[in-house]
C-alpha cells in the first residue's frame, strides 16, 4: 500500500516571472491536507499569481507544483482537483442561481444524469444558505448572495481543493463576518483544504489555522495566527499583522538592556542576547497599560494624552510621550472602569511587560 501523502499542495523553489518583473521569488510552501491556509500581504505581493499557479492559471517560471503529491507541470486547470473562485467572480448572467452552479456538472465526463445534477447543485445551494433561490436571476441576488453562488459552483464538484482569492472583499463588515463563519463551517463540513487569498489581516487571523504572510513576492512567515501575531518573525511582519509602535534604540553591549533615544533603558527580557547595535523596538498598543502618574520614577516611559477614540468595545489612545514622539495605546473597555480612563491633557505612565518588547535589528 502506498501511503497518502501529508500536504495536499507543496511548492518547491517556485518563481513566476512576468518579464522582468518577479510576481513569486523561490517560494517554498506545504498545506497539509484537510488544512486553511491564507495568503496574506499587501497588495502586489503575488498572492493571486500563487494561488493561479495552484489552479494551473500560470505555470511557474522556475520550480515545481504538487497537488496531492503530484507534479503539475503542464497539467491543465480542468486536469487538477482543484476549484477557484476568482478575485472578481464572474456568474453567467442569463443563467439562473441553479444553472450557474450546475454548469460544472454538466461539463463532467462521463455524463451525469439531469436529475443527479440538479439534486447536487441544491445540495452546494444548500451549503451557502442559498437553498430556495435556485430560479433567481443572477441580477435579482445581492453582491453576498452572489458571492455565495459563486461559492456553491466551486464547491459542487467536490474539489480536493478550494482556491478563494479575496472571496468577501466586496462585502460589508457585518455580511462579511456572517460569511466567515460560514466558510469556515462549509471547510469543516467538507474536509476539503482551503487556500484563502486576503489583505484583510483581521480575516486572515480569524479564519485560517495557518497563516502565511507574504511581501514582495516571498513568504516573511507560515505560522499558527496566534504566532504571527505575538511572534512576529521580523518588522514587516509587526507592521502588516495588527497594529504595532515602533521604536528606534539600541542594544547595549551584553545585549540585556535597550536604550531608548530619551535616554529611558529597558530590559529586553530575553534570555537570548541580543546583537549589540541599532534596533527597532516594535510594541503592540494593547500591551500597554495606562496609569495615571504618580511620583514614583525609575525606567519608565511617560506622556500626554492627546487624542482619545472611543471604537466601541475598546478605546485608542494617542500619546506624546516624553522625548519619544507618538505612541498608540488601545484600552478594553470592558477591563478598564470609566473612571480609570484617562483624559486628553493628562500626564500618564505606560507600563508593559518587557517580554511583549519585540527588537529586530535595524
Ligand atoms: N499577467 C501579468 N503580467 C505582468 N505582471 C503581472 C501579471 N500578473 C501579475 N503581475 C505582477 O505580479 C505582481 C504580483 O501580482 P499578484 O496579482 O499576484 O498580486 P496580489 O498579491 O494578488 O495583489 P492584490 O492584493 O492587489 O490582488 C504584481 O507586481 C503584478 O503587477
Ligand atoms: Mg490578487
Do not use: W
Amino acid at each position: 500500500m502506498i501511503a497518502a501523502p501529508a500536504n495536499d499542495i507543496e511548492f518547491r523553489s517556485v518563481t513566476k516571472r512576468y518579464g522582468s518583473v518577479t510576481a513569486v521569488s523561490d517560494i517554498n510552501l506545504a498545506v497539509p491536507k484537510g488544512a486553511f491556509v491564507a495568503l496574506l500581504g499587501p497588495s502586489g505581493c503575488g498572492k493571486t499569481t500563487c494561488l493561479r499557479m495552484i489552479g494551473g492559471f500560470e505555470q511557474p517560471s522556475e520550480g515545481t507544483v504538487l497537488i496531492d503529491g503530484r507534479e503539475m507541470n503542464g497539467v491543465p486547470p480542468y486536469r487538477r482537483p482543484v476549484n477557484m473562485v476568482f478575485q472578481h467572480y464572474a456568474l453567467f448572467p442569463h443563467f439562473d442561481v441553479e444553472q450557474n452552479v450546475a454548469y460544472g456538472l454538466k461539463q463532467a465526463r462521463p455524463k451525469l444524469a439531469a436529475s443527479e445534477i440538479s439534486a447536487r447543485a441544491r445540495q452546494a445551494l444548500e451549503m451557502v444558505r442559498l437553498g430556495g433561490y435556485e430560479k433567481r436571476r443572477i441580477h435579482e441576488m445581492s453582491g453576498g448572495q452572489q458571492q455565495r453562488v459563486a461559492l456553491a459552483r466551486a464547491i459542487v464538484n467536490k474539489p480536493s481543493v478550494l482556491l478563494l482569492d479575496e472571496p468577501l472583499a466586496a462585502l460589508d463588515k457585518k455580511l462579511r463576518t456572517a460569511m466567515q463563519i460560514e466558510l469556515q463551517t462549509l471547510q469543516r463540513e467538507l474536509g476539503i483544504t482551503f487556500v484563502l487569498v486576503t489583505h484583510d489581516q483581521e480575516e486572515a487571523l480569524s479564519m485560517s489555522d495557518m497563516v502565511c504572510v507574504m511581501n514582495a513576492g516571498r513568504i516573511v512567515q507560515m505560522a499558527k495566527p496566534q504566532d504571527v501575531y505575538d511572534k512576529p518573525a521580523d518588522l514587516f511582519v509587526a507592521d502588516f499583522v495588527g497594529k504595532t509602535n515602533r521604536i528606534a534604540a539600541t542594544v547595549e553591549a551584553g545585549g540585556a538592556t535597550l536604550r531608548l533615544p530619551n535616554g529611558t533603558a529597558l530590559a529586553t527580557g530575553s534570555t537570548i542576547g541580543l546583537r549589540p547595535g541599532a534596533a527597532t523596538v516594535a510594541l503592540r498598543p494593547e500591551a500597554i497599560e495606562l496609569v495615571r502618574q504618580t511620583n514614583g520614577s525609575g525606567s519608565q516611559l511617560i506622556g500626554t494624552v492627546t487624542h482619545r477614540i472611543f471604537l466601541g468595545s475598546t478605546a485608542e489612545y494617542q500619546i506624546n510621550v516624553d522625548g519619544l514622539g507618538d505612541f498608540l495605546v488601545t484600552a478594553d473597555r470592558r477591563s478598564v472602569q470609566e473612571s480609570d480612563l484617562v483624559e486628553p491633557g493628562e500626564r500618564v505612565v505606560l507600563t508593559f511587560d518587557p517580554g511583549k518588547v519585540h527588537v529586530f535589528p535595524a
